[in-house]
């Protein structure tokens, strides 16, 4: 039996639709199974979005170790504090001092403004200061290299210049998206008029901080430029420390 071959219009059009869907459908199925893979970047950015909600590690119901170094560059002056500070959920931290060496001059106008300046800080509405897009502008900066791997790299901008605001760069690890760096000037800080620098420097270890260092350089009326390194460090409570 030969076959009957139909070549009216009709069937032609009909044909020319049955090839059009049979090779645009499976382009349209794969389409459906796209996705937008996010960088890397955007991922350390998120999860460092994500620490934000955490509770600072330092200001946790685990102890905290502080040494203090200050001085006046000028006069050739300087003075250290060591401490420990306690903190119980909702409650101010409590700072025991342990022991305190140096010259009075840096202990008096440097040491205790300094205390006094972080118990303001501490008093700001978490937050209004929180480094995150509701607050700063982020623009990224580029790529360096860590000890443990990489870091992108922000200039931040506040977008309101509110008392404890910073403009400057915050660096974040690749991984984790934590912040291991912080620089920059402060804007407007409480009881200082002088500008005000600082350096933060996160220590991590396998995702978790457990130390901080941070520089800070200003200066005061009538005593000329000052630098502090304050150390944190978290201690494990058993070692809890005792003023005499």
Same mark, same amino acid.
């Given at each position: 039996m030969?076959?009957?071959?139909?070549?009216?219009?009709?069937c032609r059009h009909a044909c020319n639709l049955f090839l059009l869907i049979l090779f645009i459908a499976p382009i349209s199925r794969a389409s459906d199974f796209i996705q937008v893979v996010p960088s890397s970047r955007d991922v350390a950015f998120a999860r460092y979005l994500a620490s934000l909600e955490e509770r600072?590690?330092?200001?946790?119901?685990?102890?905290?170790?502080?040494?203090?170094?200050?001085? =006046?560059?000028?006069?050739?002056?300087?003075?250290g504090l060591l401490a420990v500070r306690t903190q119980r959920p909702n409650e101010p931290g409590e700072v025991?001092? =342990?022991?305190?060496?140096?010259?009075?001059?840096?202990?008096?106008?440097?040491i205790q403004r300094y205390f006094m300046v972080r118990e303001q800080m501490d008093m700001l509405p978490l937050d209004s200061i929180a480094i995150s897009p509701v607050n700063y502008?982020?623009?990224?900066?580029?790529?360096?290299?860590?000890?443990?791997?990489?870091?992108?790299?922000?200039?931040?901008?506040?977008?309101k210049n509110r008392p404890g605001t910073l403009s400057g760069r915050l660096w974040i690890d690749s991984s984790t998206g934590r912040e291991i760096m912080l620089t920059g000037h402060l804007l407007h800080l409480p009881a200082i008029a002088q500008p005000v620098e600082i350096v933060r420097d996160t220590k991590v270890i396998n995702g978790s901080v457990y130390a901080r260092v941070t520089h800070v350089a200003s200066a005061l009326?009538?005593?000329?430029?000052?630098?502090?390194?304050?150390?944190?460090?978290?201690?494990?409570?058993?070692?809890? =420390?005792?003023?005499?």
């Amino acid at each position: 039996m030969r076959p009957f071959f139909d070549f009216s219009p009709a069937c032609r059009h009909a044909c020319n639709l049955f090839l059009l869907i049979l090779f645009i459908a499976p382009i349209s199925r794969a389409s459906d199974f796209i996705q937008v893979v996010p960088s890397s970047r955007d991922v350390a950015f998120a999860r460092y979005l994500a620490s934000l909600e955490e509770r600072d590690p330092f200001r946790k119901s685990e102890p905290v170790g502080i040494l203090i170094e200050a001085s =006046l560059g000028e006069l050739y002056k300087s003075a250290g504090l060591l401490a420990v500070r306690t903190q119980r959920p909702n409650e101010p931290g409590e700072v025991h001092v =342990l022991q305190i060496a140096g010259d009075g001059t840096v202990v008096e106008e440097v040491i205790q403004r300094y205390f006094m300046v972080r118990e303001q800080m501490d008093m700001l509405p978490l937050d209004s200061i929180a480094i995150s897009p509701v607050n700063y502008k982020f623009h990224f900066a580029g790529e360096v290299k860590t000890e443990e791997g990489a870091a992108y790299i922000y200039d931040i901008t506040p977008k309101k210049n509110r008392p404890g605001t910073l403009s400057g760069r915050l660096w974040i690890d690749s991984s984790t998206g934590r912040e291991i760096m912080l620089t920059g000037h402060l804007l407007h800080l409480p009881a200082i008029a002088q500008p005000v620098e600082i350096v933060r420097d996160t220590k991590v270890i396998n995702g978790s901080v457990y130390a901080r260092v941070t520089h800070v350089a200003s200066a005061l009326p009538q005593l000329g430029p000052v630098e502090l390194v304050i150390t944190e460090r978290l201690l494990p409570p058993e070692s809890m =420390l005792k003023p005499e």
